[in-house]
Nanobody
Framework: QAQLVESGGGLVQSGGSLSVSCVAS????????MGWYRQAPGKQRELVAT???????NYADSVKGRFTISSDNAKNTVHLQMASLKPEDTAVYYC????????????????WGQGTQVTVSS
């Protein structure tokens, strides 16, 4: 199993910048992918960005060019740098990790953090 602990987030004015970070720990073999999802009030959870252990990134169209995801495989951490923030970016941001529990298994299991609030005021 994996535990994900987020940090960062908070309140920022429109056009400002903010970052969130997440560290993974626990009993697993290795991490396949980490990333961030978000959920605004009354909306479904949606992808923000992910990064694989090989460094491949994927971004939601709504954040491309504004958000940057990075990871440190040695430290099992993932960071999301958010710039040019808009009020519509306001949401609870959840850290996500897909991990291999066994070295011999090709099956990944998904884990989630508890979420951190990001609020962008207009």
């Amino acid at each position: 199993q994996a535990q994900l602990v987020e940090s960062g987030g908070g309140l920022v004015q429109s056009g400002g910048s903010l970052s969130v970070s997440c560290v993974a720990s626990g009993m697993y073999s290795r991490i396949n992918k980490m990333g961030w999802y978000r959920q605004a009030p009354g909306k479904q959870r949606e992808l923000v960005a992910t990064v694989t252990s090989g460094g491949s990134t994927n971004y939601a169209d709504s954040v491309k060019g504004r958000f940057t995801i990075s990871s440190d495989n040695a430290k099992n951490t993932v960071h999301l740098q958010m710039a040019s923030l808009k009020p519509e970016d306001t949401a609870v941001y959840y850290c996500y990790a897909a991990v291999f529990l066994s070295y011999y298994s090709s099956t990944t299991y998904d884990y989630w953090g508890q979420g951190t609030q990001v609020t962008v005021s207009s």
